[in-house]
């Protein structure tokens, strides 16, 4: 078993639909949890993190994180075209020194259609 | 500021051959990392550093070796590829306990035939 699961998608939605993607995981050591977003041949860039379980918004982006569940969620408001994108959730734990070991999910790929 | 750059983008090599690849931070970060991302399996931990000098693995290390003689640079080797290695490679670095923040180059994507 993975120990983070993302479902890959793809998704298409229309431009303007409220979009929601999620990831499960099953290691209750992971401490933070974060969504990365990943634009074709371009490296991750972090688009929100938490470490509580409840909601963070950020514009059109609401992070949510459900520790009793271990579950989270990204929704995605007024969805444009620039978001499309492909989405990473990722959870880490501290390994040494202050250092993290990040575990990602598969990543879904999303594309807003205009 | 150019922040994470990888050398080469891309990168062909016959089955057993050698290479390396860069990664070069200008953050001043303490830590660095390389993924391999591959279709299915998100990005995967291969190695890291917590510090010029020092290394250490992470959850796929094997066929890949490392170092970090300077804080700005880590090299990832891989002595004799392998068609397996056809992945595209992530350099990453982060701030110490800057917490879920790491710094991602735009990749190396590497074919061995």
């Known amino acids: 078993q993975k120990e983070v699961e993302q479902d890959p998608g793809p998704l298409s939605v229309p431009e303007g639909a409220i979009v929601s993607l999620n990831c499960t995981y099953s290691?209750?050591?992971?401490?933070?949890f974060m969504w990365y977003r990943q634009y074709s041949r371009k490296g991750p860039e972090l688009l929100m993190y938490t470490y509580s379980s409840g909601n963070k918004e950020d514009g059109r982006f609401t992070a949510q994180v459900d520790k009793s569940s271990k579950y989270i969620s990204l929704f995605i408001r007024d969805s444009q075209p620039s978001d499309s994108a492909t989405y990473l959730c990722?959870?880490?734990?501290?390994?040494?020194?202050?250092?993290?070991?990040?575990?990602f999910g598969q990543g879904t790929r999303l594309t807003i259609n205009p | 500021n150019a922040g994470v750059t990888q050398t080469p983008k891309f990168r062909v090599l016959k089955t057993g051959q050698s290479m390396t690849l860069l990664c070069a931070q200008d953050?001043?970060?303490?830590?660095m990392y390389w993924y391999r991302q591959d279709p299915g399996m998100g990005l995967r931990l291969i190695h890291y550093s917590v510090g010029e000098g020092t290394t250490a693995k992470g959850e796929v290390p094997d066929g890949y070796n490392v170092s970090r003689l300077k804080k700005q640079n880590f090299l990832l080797g891989l002595e004799s590829a392998a068609p397996s290695q056809t992945s595209v490679y992530f350099c990453?670095?982060?701030?110490?306990?800057?917490?879920?923040?790491?710094?991602f180059g735009e990749g190396s994507r590497l074919t061995v035939l």
């Open positions: 990722a959870m880490s734990r501290f390994i040494i020194q202050g250092a993290q070991k990040l575990v």
């Open positions: 990453a670095s982060s701030y110490i306990l800057k917490t879920g923040e790491l710094f």
């Open positions: 953050m001043n970060h303490e830590y």
């Open positions: 290691n209750s050591a992971f401490q933070y």
